[in-house]
């Protein structure tokens, strides 16, 4: 287990010398909701896409794995329209949710 956090710390390491830090996505303040939602949004999409989407789950009240649980999954499609293929990842993040529940 050790292991493979180190290896993990090492890769993060080389990728902060190597790339500018400050136009990553996530921050050391960003939530897990939105580092686990987003990264299933950014498939195939650029981030600003990904960005409108999460501001529209964030004013629809979507903000954590609770409320990720209890909207339909065509509701959540309309939502992250702007992400592009809605129906497919409102499908993961529904199995997303699902799984963080367990």
């Known amino acids: 287990m050790t ?17 500018d830090i400050d136009r ?3 921050r050391d303040d960003t939530s897990a909701f939105d580092v686990c ?3 299933v ?3 195939h999409t650029a981030w600003s896409n990904v960005e ?4 529209a789950l964030r004013a629809a009240g979507i903000s954590d794995v609770e409320a990720l ?5 065509a509701e959540l499609a309309g939502l992250i329209r702007p992400a ?5 990842k409102a499908r993961r993040l529904k199995a997303l949710a ?5």
């Open 37 to 39: 939602v987003g990264a």
């Open 69 to 73: 649980s209890r909207i339909s999954e």
């Open 3 to 19: 292991e493979g956090r180190d290896k993990l710390l090492a890769c993060l390491e080389r990728l902060v010398a190597h790339y």
């Open 24 to 26: 990553w996505h996530w």
């Open 52 to 55: 409108k989407a999460l501001a």
């Open 84 to 88: 592009g293929t809605p129906a497919v």
């Open 41 to 43: 949004l950014v498939q």
């Open 98 to 102: 699902a799984l963080v529940r367990q």
